[in-house]
T-cell receptor, first 115, second 111 residues
Framework: GAVVSQHPSWVICKSGTSVKIECRSL??????MFWYRQFPKQSLMLMAT?????????EQGVEKDKFLINHASLTLSTLTVTSAHPEDSSFYIC???????????FGQGTRLTVV | DAKTTQPPSMDCAEGRAANLPCNHS???????VYWYRQIHSQGPQYIIH???NNETNEMASLIITEDRKSSTLILPHATLRDTAVYYCIVPLRGSQGNLIFGKGTKLSVKP
């Protein structure tokens, strides 16, 4: 089946620095990808929709200047957490609709810890 | 997305069938029922989906009631690796983006 690869799987960064997370569709093209965030013991919440060649669409309450999304190719979307703070520590997950658009494929997630 | 209701947790003995219920009484006639699961510290994984007929694949079976207001995911022979949170989702217009993940059912498969 289709595979979505996310990198890194975990990262620890200092407060105030920026972190980039990559999401790749390995064997299919994805004009749209989705970024979710999951806090401990909570469910996934959609942060933004990444559109190839155009601006991302952010959910209400998500700061677009803090969570920069770039979708420069049909197989790669990146999420950059800028000026990270401890409250940004979370599990970030990307997804892409599969080739037949009948199911979503998720990356393995990135555990971000800001110290 | 149509609202779904699932029990917060269930236990199942290894090797036995796990039957996970979901209520979706507000589902529209053309909306599909999807099941995903999330093993701890991993991204969600697609399991199965259906409209009104029962469906089966290599992972599970999906039984949808005739009125489509509820469904049951069946793992025929649960293993320890099936321990996960199972989400029943009715995507808006079938879109695979902006999936609304509720709290799901935490299935614990015990030896």
């Amino acid at each position: 089946g289709a595979v979505v690869s996310q990198h890194p799987s975990w990262v620890i960064c200092k407060s105030g620095t920026s972190v980039k997370i990559e999401c790749r569709s390995l064997d299919f093209q994805a004009t749209t990808m989705f970024w979710y965030r999951q806090f401990p013991k909570q469910s996934l919440m959609l942060m933004a929709t990444s559109n190839e060649g155009s601006k991302a669409t952010y959910e209400q309450g998500v700061e677009k200047d803090k969570f920069l999304i770039n979708h420069a190719s049909l197989t790669l979307s990146t999420l950059t957490v800028t000026s990270a703070h401890p409250e940004d520590s979370s599990f970030y997950i990307c997804s892409a609709p599969g080739p037949t658009n009948t199911e979503a494929f998720f990356g393995q997630g990135t555990r971000l810890t800001v110290v | 997305d149509a609202k779904t209701t699932q029990p917060p947790s269930m236990d199942c003995a290894e090797g036995r069938a796990a039957n996970l219920p979901c209520n979706h009484s507000t589902i529209s006639g053309n909306e599909y029922v999807y099941w995903y699961r999330q093993i701890h510290s991993q991204g969600p994984q697609y399991i199965i989906h259906g409209l009104k007929n029962n469906e089966t694949n290599e992972m599970a079976s999906l039984i949808i009631t005739e009125d489509r207001k509820s469904s049951t995911l069946i793992l025929p022979h649960a293993t320890l690796r099936d321990t996960a949170v199972y989400y029943c989702i009715v995507p808006l217009r079938g879109s695979q983006g902006n999936l609304i993940f509720g709290k799901g059912t935490k299935l614990s498969v015990k030896p």
